[in-house]
C-alpha cells in the first residue's frame, strides 16, 4: 500500500508509538496511520535494491558502522547509550574510513573564522582541503533579479551567496567528499543539487542562536511560542 491506495501520506513526526516500541524499530510496535513502515513495501523494496549498488552499499556500510563508533562501551550489558564524539571528529572518521583524501569545505563568508578551524582540523588529520566560500566569484545579486529593496545592504552593489558556483568548483577539483558549514536556507538546497561527491553538513546557518536551530526547538513551548502560535509564516 501507499499513498494512492490509502489517501494517506507519511506521518512519523506525529507516531503515537514510545521509543524503542514503534514498529519501524520492534516487530509488533506501535505505530500511527500511514506508518511507511506498513504502508510504503514497495517503495521500500525498491530502495533497499538501490543497496546493490556496490559504491552506494560500500557508502552506506560505512556510515552505519561509523554511527555505532560513535558510542562508547557497546559491550556492556545492559548496555546504556554513551555518545563518545563530536560531530567534526565523526566526519574525520568517516572520511578516513571511507579512504576519501580530498575533502571539499563549503562555508558561509560569515564563518570564516569558523571555516579556518575546520580547514586546520581537517588538514591536520591528514587530508587535502580545497575550501571556497559562499561569495566566492563576486556575482552581483543584480543578475537573478534582485532589487534594491531585496539587499541586505541596500544602495550597494551587493554580492550573491553562489552555491552552484560553489558546487561546480568543488566538482572541477575532483572532491571525494564534501563539508557543508553554514549556508543559507536553499542556497544549501542548490549545493546539494549540483554537487557531484557526497556531501555532509558540519553546522547549519541560524543567525539568531549561534548556529544552533534546535535551540528554537528546545523552547518552542517557552520563550518560542510564536513559532507555533503566530500561525503560518508569511
Same mark, same amino acid.
Given at each position: 500500500?501507499?499513498?494512492?491506495?490509502?489517501?494517506?501520506?507519511?506521518?512519523?513526526?506525529?507516531?503515537?508509538?514510545?521509543?524503542?516500541?514503534?514498529?519501524?524499530?520492534?516487530?509488533?510496535?506501535?505505530?500511527?496511520?500511514?506508518?511507511?513502515?506498513?504502508?510504503?513495501?514497495?517503495? #521500500?523494496?525498491?530502495?533497499?535494491?538501490?543497496?546493490?549498488?556496490?559504491?552506494?552499499?560500500?557508502?552506506?556500510?560505512?556510515?552505519?558502522?561509523?554511527?555505532? *563508533?560513535?558510542?562508547?562501551?557497546?559491550?556492556?550489558?545492559?548496555?546504556?547509550?554513551?555518545?563518545?564524539?563530536?560531530?567534526?571528529?565523526?566526519?574525520?572518521?568517516?572520511?578516513?574510513?571511507?579512504?576519501?583524501?580530498?575533502?571539499?569545505?563549503?562555508?558561509?563568508?560569515?564563518?570564516?573564522?569558523?571555516?579556518?578551524?575546520?580547514?586546520?582540523? #581537517?588538514?591536520?588529520?591528514?587530508? *587535502?582541503?580545497?575550501?571556497?566560500?559562499?561569495?566566492?566569484?563576486?556575482?552581483?545579486?543584480?543578475?537573478?533579479?534582485?532589487?534594491?529593496?531585496?539587499?541586505?545592504?541596500?544602495?550597494?552593489?551587493?554580492?550573491?551567496?553562489?552555491?552552484?558556483?560553489?558546487?561546480?568548483?568543488?566538482?572541477?577539483?575532483?572532491?571525494?567528499?564534501?563539508?557543508?558549514?553554514?549556508?543559507?536556507?536553499?542556497?544549501?538546497?542548490?549545493?546539494?543539487?549540483?554537487?557531484?561527491?557526497?556531501?555532509?553538513?558540519?553546522?547549519?546557518?541560524?543567525?539568531?542562536?549561534?548556529?544552533?536551530?534546535?535551540?528554537?526547538?528546545?523552547?518552542?513551548?517557552?520563550?518560542?511560542?510564536? #513559532?507555533?502560535?503566530?500561525?503560518?509564516?508569511?
Amino acid at each position: 500500500m501507499n499513498k494512492k491506495q490509502t489517501g494517506i501520506s507519511a506521518g512519523c513526526a506525529s507516531c503515537p508509538g514510545e521509543l524503542p516500541n514503534t514498529l519501524c524499530m520492534t516487530d509488533g510496535g506501535t505505530c500511527g496511520k500511514g506508518c511507511p513502515t506498513l504502508t510504503g513495501k514497495d517503495i #521500500l523494496a525498491a530502495a533497499n535494491r538501490e543497496y546493490g549498488d556496490p559504491d552506494t552499499g560500500s557508502f552506506a556500510r560505512g556510515a552505519s558502522i561509523q554511527e555505532a *563508533e560513535c558510542y562508547a562501551n557497546r559491550h556492556e550489558r545492559p548496555y546504556v547509550m554513551q555518545p563518545a564524539k563530536t560531530r567534526v571528529e565523526e566526519i574525520c572518521e568517516f572520511a578516513a574510513r571511507m579512504g576519501f583524501a580530498r575533502l571539499g569545505l563549503v562555508f558561509c563568508i560569515g564563518l570564516k573564522d569558523e571555516a579556518a578551524v575546520v580547514d586546520a582540523i #581537517l588538514k591536520s588529520k591528514g587530508f *587535502e582541503v580545497v575550501s571556497v566560500c559562499c561569495k566566492a566569484g563576486r556575482t552581483s545579486k543584480d543578475m537573478i533579479g534582485i532589487e534594491d529593496r531585496d539587499k541586505i545592504f541596500q544602495g550597494t552593489d551587493e554580492a550573491m551567496c553562489n552555491p552552484i558556483f560553489q558546487a561546480m568548483l568543488l566538482n572541477e577539483e575532483g572532491t571525494d567528499f564534501n563539508v557543508l558549514l553554514g549556508l543559507c536556507v536553499g542556497h544549501d538546497s542548490l549545493f546539494f543539487k549540483y554537487a557531484r561527491a557526497y556531501t555532509t553538513v558540519l553546522a547549519v546557518k541560524d543567525r539568531v542562536t549561534g548556529h544552533n536551530p534546535l535551540a528554537a526547538i528546545y523552547l518552542h513551548h517557552t520563550y518560542y511560542r510564536k #513559532l507555533i502560535s503566530a500561525g503560518p509564516s508569511e
